[in-house]
């Protein structure tokens, strides 16, 4: 079993910046991928960025060159620090870990961006 705890969000104003945070513990096995996914109200779930624990990344086209996703192997912890946040990236943010015939969400943390 693996645990996920997220923490950083809240209230942001647009053009600031905001630093998630998911902390994994538990069975942690190698290799993984853990990612950021958010849900705004009437949306899909969607991914917004993810980093494999060799270090490859994925953004979305809508977060590229505004959201950076790193991890600290040693910490199990992956951050992702949100810039020049818009209106539109208001949602619920979720961590997901994924390794080899297992999956895991987070409990979710809301950002609100007010324009």
């Known amino acids: 079993q693996v645990q ?3 923490s950083g969000g809240g209230l942001v104003q647009a053009g600031g910046s905001l630093r998630l945070s ?3 513990s538990g069975s ?4 993984n991928t853990i990612g950021w996914y958010r849900q705004a109200p009437g949306k899909q779930r ?3 960025a993810d980093i494999t624990s060799g270090g490859s990344t994925y953004y979305a086209d809508s977060v590229k060159g505004r959201f ?3 991890r600290d192997n040693a910490m199990n912890t992956v951050y992702l620090q949100m810039n020049n946040v818009k209106p ?3 949602a619920v ?5 994924k390794a080899t015939w297992y999956t895991r969400w987070g409990q979710g943390t809301q950002v609100t961006v007010s324009s």
């Open 4 to 6: 996920l705890v997220e």
């Open 22 to 24: 998911c902390a994994a």
């Open 28 to 31: 942690i096995s190698s290799p």
């Open 46 to 48: 969607e991914l917004v």
């Open 68 to 70: 950076t996703i790193s």
């Open 88 to 90: 539109e990236d208001t």
């Open 93 to 97: 943010y979720y961590c997901n870990y």
